[in-house]
């Protein structure tokens, strides 16, 4: 199963999201939702990247190792830089509770 952490400030902005695991939804090379999961985390560290101008603290492992993937916003971001980057994450974490509306046995995400 996968499994998607975020966590948030007081102010319920994403802090952080984490994503560990393997759907096992069917034979690697061939399985839908983890490369669902997969095109999702990556496009929206690339739109926050490129669209918002803001490098994010990111950690990453192979798939051979257990599938894992870690994105952290750095505190000091401006307002304006701040409200881009949340907008690209919160439609990050649509993207995602799509999938697992379909596929929740192999995906859970957790707030």
Sequence with gaps: MIR????RDEAK????VEVTGHA????PGSDLVCA??????FGAYNAV??????????EMADQTEG???YVETYPDLSPQDMERTQLLLEGM???LDTI???YGEYIQIEQ
């Design 100 to 102: 697992a509306q379909s």
């Design 36 to 41: 669902g999961v997969s095109a999702i985390i």
């Design 13 to 16: 902005s994403i802090r952080s």
């Design 24 to 27: 096992n939804f069917a034979e």
């Design 49 to 58: 990247e490129t669209l918002a101008g803001q490098s994010l603290l990111v």
């Design 4 to 7: 998607v952490k975020v966590r």
């Design 93 to 95: 974490l649509v993207q």
């Design 67 to 69: 599938g894992y993937f």
